[in-house]
């Protein structure tokens, strides 16, 4: 007798044909219709140039890969920070939090032409913008966990003598770390936007720069290949950030997690 698959096995081998399907499904769908490339062009057509233009993608890979990996983690520094000295003081609050709602509200692309103007064309400006695009989700998740902290916890800590600095770093903390990692799954995907913006506009190299490029040569399939090698690097690094969270806040047990060894 066959042993049954487990339910977690079974759900990822259910998402992955359904993710085979989607493409077998969008390659027939171009084929029975005649839909040309430079409409949309079909998954083998996509396939085929990142096999032939790989060794000249690999570097403008690499490079939205660093310039991205730099602006997150300068992004999530800052957020951290940022977070922290909001959910900490009220006086912070009161000043700091208006500052982010209104700069996060200014569109990025509307800062970009100031980084060039103060950094100059290239990396940094990339970097800057790709920071400043995923602070904001940090800086409000870190300081709802630690809003988040019961006072009363709070309250029986300093009669035991537990001074502020103490609370923060043994309670407020550890807390904090389920919304930090879902905030960190956001700003990974929002730092690619930043990063692929920023090369369009002011860089010479990276995925943005070459699908820039194909697209005014009217090359769509190469647009498109350069679309896919995004999705793959944001797909990986948010697998990455999932285990990482996984690691730190194994505590923390999530509903799904409940659902799987219940079933």
């Given at each position: 007798m066959k042993a049954a698959l487990s339910p977690v096995l079974r759900q990822r081998?259910?998402?992955?044909?359904?993710?085979?399907?989607?493409?077998?499904?969008?390659?027939?769908?171009?084929?029975?219709?005649?839909?040309?490339?430079?409409?949309l062009p079909r998954p083998s057509?996509?396939?085929?140039?990142?096999?032939e233009k790989m060794p000249l993608l690999w570097a403008h890979t690499a490079q939205t890969l660093y310039t991205t990996l730099a602006g997150f983690a300068l992004g999530v520094l800052a957020g951290v920070v940022i977070g922290v000295a909001i959910g900490s003081s009220r006086m912070a609050y009161d000043v700091?939090?208006?500052?982010?709602?209104?700069?996060?509200?200014?569109?990025k692309v509307a800062v970009v032409p100031l980084f060039v103007v103060w950094f100059g064309?290239?990396?940094?400006?990339?970097?800057?913008?790709?920071?400043?695009?995923?602070?904001?989700?940090?800086?409000?998740?870190?300081?709802?966990?630690?809003?988040s902290t019961e006072p009363e916890l709070e309250d029986v800590l300093r009669v035991l003598g537990a001074r502020k600095r103490d609370i923060l770093w043994n309670v407020g903390l550890p807390r904090t770390m389920p919304y930090?990692?879902?905030?960190?799954k956001i700003a990974i995907t929002l730092s690619f936007v930043g990063t692929v913006l920023a090369e369009t506009v002011a860089s010479n190299k990276g995925i943005g720069t070459v699908m820039m490029i194909a697209s005014g040569n009217f090359d769509v399939p190469m647009v498109f290949a350069g679309l896919f090698l995004l999705a793959a690097m944001g797909v990986m690094l948010y697998a990455i950030s999932s285990l990482a969270e996984r690691r730190v806040t194994g505590w923390a047990q999530r509903k799904t997690d409940l659902a799987a060894s219940g079933a």
């Open positions: 081998l259910l998402s992955a044909l359904a993710l085979v399907g989607f493409f077998v499904l969008w390659e027939l769908v171009c084929l029975a219709f005649g839909v040309s490339d430079l409409v057509q996509i396939a085929a140039v990142l096999l700091a939090y208006p500052l982010m709602v209104g700069f996060s509200s200014i569109p064309a290239g990396t940094v400006p990339a970097v800057l913008t790709s920071m400043v695009i995923c602070i904001f989700p940090v800086v409000v998740n870190v300081a709802t966990g630690l809003a930090l990692f879902a905030s960190l």
